[in-house]
């Protein structure tokens, strides 16, 4: 609050006495009607007059103390960010000598006296037959050596052979990146080519050693070095398996359809994508959708041939399938362990779990549906939900309908307030990744080298064609460099992005002094995990407020944009969660051969039903098609769909682990040095621990746990149940196909929102509460200008300090008045206390009590069987 402005003494004018009289005249008002120099004798005759009495002065409000920011940053000295270093984001100098020789080579042809060089990547070519490491003849026979002085060797001679090579194509990809061209891309392609040769080699080599007899750290080690994945395939096989993949992703990114009686047919998927997001035309959308999958039918062979390939190289590998291979890198198995769990077990028990509060996102989505796409044909209230009713043609993926579903209308302040802070201090997309940085060295964290600033890439350099997607932390595999590179923009997204891309530059950097292989994260997943927490916590509002990017004023969260932004989170992720779990268990079960070839696309939507409520967008499934083609996780990730969902369960139970035990989780909190002591020292044992390990170390539970992601979600979870309650939603797929009614579809506003039904709870009261700000009274009361008062006809039911408005008088249902210590029965009977008409929200379809209202309302759940009598 800004102090009045003070007015200097000698310009003060003098106030007047509170008790001088309204109107009377200021004292020696004549005086001004003299001549100068004039005296007057009454003025000299009488004697002076008394001092006035002291008047009353202003108080100047003293101003409200500011909230102290939950972190200081003096502590943390300022370092040399590179900010000396040349600008790299401005255009390049134009180099005319270079214009000169493409022109001269233009108009006169190249010169065929001076022949090009022979590869791209002469830097890796190099190290190819350089060592003893890249030799595959006069191999011993696998297991045939057990000393471990000589597999202690062995090994310390393959890291320093490894870090060249990974030097190589770790340099390679950040040219490529940063840089696309031809030669980059072939540069990028000759070193992969270069590491997929040592690989193969080196697997081959490490066999030799008996690793059953071998210590436990040395066996891991073995283990990592022998394990070949696809590279186990001969090279026919392998160019085959290679052949297959691009032909797939060929197929798919070039198939063109046939827009609707129209010529002719130019639509890729890239473009029916786009449609999906915008048009509302469900029939249009299903032609779309039938159309492009009948184009791609023919991609089935060459999607079996990779899932025979993968089959080929995982018994190569030792295990028995291809999927079970895929997990291998999750259950901990390997042709000499079994697996420390079952990880389709697991995935099962994640999805029961998570399953109630993914039916009633499901249940309110598909009202919403009702209303976006105008009660479409093949919708129903309480049957799966049609594949092409998503805005999107990837499954899970519902964030297109955020806007027009939300459940909250008003758009959340503080990306807008954190962005203008941003512009009013001269932010920069570096100045993001320094907070960052020196937020991360609050908390414990390390200085990095400086070279992270001055090779590191933040924003899009002009000069350059670049990749920026995704933005991703580079380690150069010295021990020494290690970069980001990101193409941000100043703002609330990529102010998290540079929180979580500096958790992991801080991961590769602490687990920098580990032997070679173990130089690496526990797990992708963990990895993830870890930067998705970090991205979180860059949004906690007290950090925000230290980072003076937030007011004072935005500290406590409003439960309507907690709500919205928890609604957005779980249409990006939670929907996300029974399509991983459907995508896996079907190519499972066509690689353990469950599944036969006509069969495919029969139970590829018998999954989709049965997990996550969503069926064909035709009645009649097509044996001769492959659905499971539409979606990028099938026709172009081949692996399992389970790493993001590791990663994204056990995000919340880091984060559980980190803050403390009050917290609200979708908050977030404050870190110190002392609660990162274990996440550094997690981060420092880089691969040497494995992932189940690694989320002891930082939870204390070496498995996967759904209930932190609930925690997280509760604030949404009570709101979809109180909204599909009070709008009578079917929660669940297994009705019997019942069409929506004109009355139970949510209207589309004309901003083409479409209403919730429902209010945050800063929104409503209940009766007998406040309703001074405009909230709207629910459970049959309407608003008397102060409190939400019973409706006309019904009675007044008090408990102590709580309201209920009931139908029949409690006094015919055994409760009467006294003075017991339990319960004190006050009845008042109804009237309108106004002339006003009662209240009436247009939001709300039913005066049905929310399911919440048993303890927000009574406060006390066990007296909800007490009151079924009155209703």
Known sequence: ???????????????????????????????????????????????????????????????????????????????????????????????????????????????????????????????????????????????????????????????????????????????????????????????????????????????????????????????????????????????????????????????????????????????????????????????????????????????????????????????????????????????NTPPKFDLKVKAQEIYDKVKPFYQQLHAYMRRQIAGIYKNPAGLTKDRPIPAHLFGSTEGGEWANHYDQTKPNFEDDPVSSEILEAMQAQNYTSKTMFIKAYRYMKSVGFPSLPKT?????????????????????????????????????????????????????????????????????????????????????????????????????????????????????????????????VTADTWRYDILEGKTDDDKWNEEWWKLRETLEGVKAPEEKIMPAQTDAFMHTQINQVHSPAIRNLISYVAQFQILKSLCPPDTELAEGCILSEDTTFKLRETMAKGSSIDWLMALEMLTGKAELDAQPLLDYFKPLITWLENANEINQVYVGWDGEGTRFQADEIPEIQSDGKVSSGILSEDKVAFPGGACTNGEDCLLDSHCDGKVCVCNEGLFTLKFDNTVSCVASNPMTSGFIGGDGDFIGVNLVPSETTTTEAPKVTTRVTTSRPITRSATTAFGFGFLIALLCALF
């Open 452 to 580: 992270f600033w001055t090779s590191s890439v933040f924003q899009r350099v002009w000069s350059k064609d670049m990749l920026c997607d995704p933005a991703a932390a580079f380690d150069m595999r010295d021990g020494k460099d290690f970069r980001v590179k990101a193409c941000a923009q100043i703002g609330e997204p990529d102010f998290k992005l540079a929180h979580s891309l500096l958790a992991q530059v801080y991961y590769q950097y602490l687990y920098r002094t580990q032997a070679g292989a173990f130089r690496e994260s526990a797990s992708p997943s963990i990895n993830e995990a870890i930067a998705a927490v970090f991205a979180h916590l860059a949004s906690n509002p007290n950090y925000l407020y230290s980072q003076q990017l937030l007011s004072h004023e935005h500290l406590e969260i409003k439960e309507s944009t907690i709500v919205n932004r928890l609604y957005k989170e779980a249409l990006d992720n939670i929907a996300k969660i029974p399509f991983a």
């Open 1 to 335: 609050m800004k102090t009045p402005p003070q007015v200097p003494e000698d310009k003060k004018k003098p106030e007047k006495d509170s008790h001088e009289p309204t109107g009377a005249p200021p004292m020696h008002e004549h005086s001004h009607h003299m001549h100068d120099g004039e005296i007057s004798s009454k003025a000299m005759d009488e004697p002076a007059p008394p001092e006035p009495a002291p008047t009353h002065t202003h108080l100047t409000k003293e101003p409200v103390p500011l909230p102290e920011p939950a972190i200081k940053f003096d502590n943390i000295k300022d370092e040399d960010y590179g900010d000396n270093v040349l600008d790299n984001t401005k255009p390049a100098d134009i180099d005319n000598e270079a214009i000169a020789q493409l022109v001269t080579q233009f108009l006169e042809g190249p010169d065929k006296n001076k022949p090009g060089p022979k590869f791209a990547n002469e830097a890796a070519q190099k190290l190819v037959n350089s060592s003893p490491y890249w030799l595959d003849k006069g191999i011993k026979p696998a297991g045939s050596v057990k000393d471990p002085e000589e597999a202690k060797m062995w090994l310390d001679g393959y890291y320093l052979e490894a870090q060249k090579v990974l030097y190589q194509v770790t340099t390679a990809g950040w040219h490529y990146f940063t840089s696309i061209s031809g030669d980059s891309r072939k540069a990028l392609a000759e070193a992969q080519d270069v590491m997929s040769r040592f690989v193969r080699s080196t697997s081959m080599q490490a066999k030799q050693f008996d690793s059953s007899v071998m210590p436990e750290e040395m066996q891991r080690q073995l283990n990592y070095v022998s394990f070949e994945g696809m590279s186990a395939l001969s090279e026919k096989d392998h160019q085959a398996y290679t052949s297959a993949q691009d032909h797939v992703n060929q197929q798919v990114s070039e198939t063109v359809t046939c827009e609707k009686d129209i010529k002719p047919c130019g639509l890729k998927k890239s473009d029916i994508s786009s449609m999906f997001t915008a048009d509302k035309d469900a029939e249009h959308l299903k032609y779309l959708w039938t159309a492009w999958i009948k184009n791609v039918a023919r991609l089935k062979p060459q999607y079996k041939k990779l899932l025979d390939l993968s089959n080929t190289a995982a018994k190569l590998n030792g295990f028995a399938d291809g999927g079970a291979m895929w997990r291998s890198a999750f259950d901990l198995s390997n042709k």
